[in-house]
Each structure stands twice: as structure tokens, then as C-alpha cells.
């Protein structure tokens, strides 16, 4: 398979339905800015992370994935038949899990924080504000999209935030509060 189709040369791409739209549709705005956030994750992991934390971003990458199938999904096509391309509550309680068990470790939070540390820590200050980017793209969507596609989006950007703490903590690089 090649990797140019010539395909979208007029400025348009398909969606999962095989429907035409155009590249600035708000659609596929959404799901670019999470394949935009997929690259940053992944730009974390090569700047370093432990392994159960690298262990978690690769998790977060597939399911980065299969949010962006579903993005680019609005006749839930593919969803069904596909379980790799499927967001659920279990996904949200796994994230809110591992929000649980990092914050354990921090010292508590007591004002606003500067982003910046380690250069992962200081990636995934960056992460985190492309997480919310994505999630305002995804709530102007029309039909909206599936109320756990948001609840995921909303509690990643929360773990970006304690996975920034968590390994500029780890690193011994102290926070520097506003």
C-alpha cells in the first residue's frame, strides 16, 4: 500500500462512511488535534519515562486511536464491529486510577504551577493543553459525539497534568508556583 492516494489533493479526505468532507471540516479538525496530541505523547515518551509510565502511554496512544476512529466515525460504522476502536467507562475509571495512585506520591497541590521541568514533564505541560484543545473541538461537534469520548478527553488532560508533576517529581526537579 502506498502512502500517498493522490485521494485528498482537492483538499477533502473521507470519513469511515466513506462520506467526502472537506479538510477544515470540523470533524477532521478534531480528530487531527488528536493525532496531534498522539505525537506529543509520543514525543514524551522519547524524552524518557519510567516504564510503568511509558507502560501507560502507550496505552493512552491506542486509545488515542481509537478516539480518533470514532471521530472519524459519525455513522458508527466501525465502532461495532471493531473492539480496538472502542472508548468506554472502564477506560475513564483506568485513568482516574492512575490519577489516584500518582497523586499519592506528590506533595499536595497548593497553587497554580508553571509548566516546565524535566523535558518530559515540561511535554506533557504541552500534552495537556492539546488535550484540551481537542476536547473544545469535540464538544462543537455536531451530531455530538459520545458523552464517554468527552468524559476520556476530560480526565486525560487531568492525568497529563499529574503525569507532568509525577515525573518532574520523580526527576527531583522542584515545581515553580505562580
Known sequence: MKIYTRTGDAGETSLFDGSRVSKSDERVDAYGE????????????????????????????????????????????????????????DDVSRLERLIDALEADLPPLRRFILAGGTAAGAALHVARTVCRRAERRMVALAPPVDAVLLRYVNRLSDLLFVLARSVNHRGGVPETEW
Open 34 to 89: 488528536v493525532d496531534e496530541l498522539n505525537a506529543w505523547l509520543g514525543l514524551v515518551r522519547a524524552a524518557g519515562v519510567p516504564a510503568p509510565l511509558d507502560d501507560e502511554l502507550v496505552h493512552i496512544q491506542r486509545d488515542l486511536f481509537a478516539l480518533g476512529a470514532q471521530l472519524a466515525d459519525p455513522a458508527d460504522k466501525i465502532a461495532a464491529r471493531v473492539s480496538k476502536a472502542i472508548i468506554s467507562d
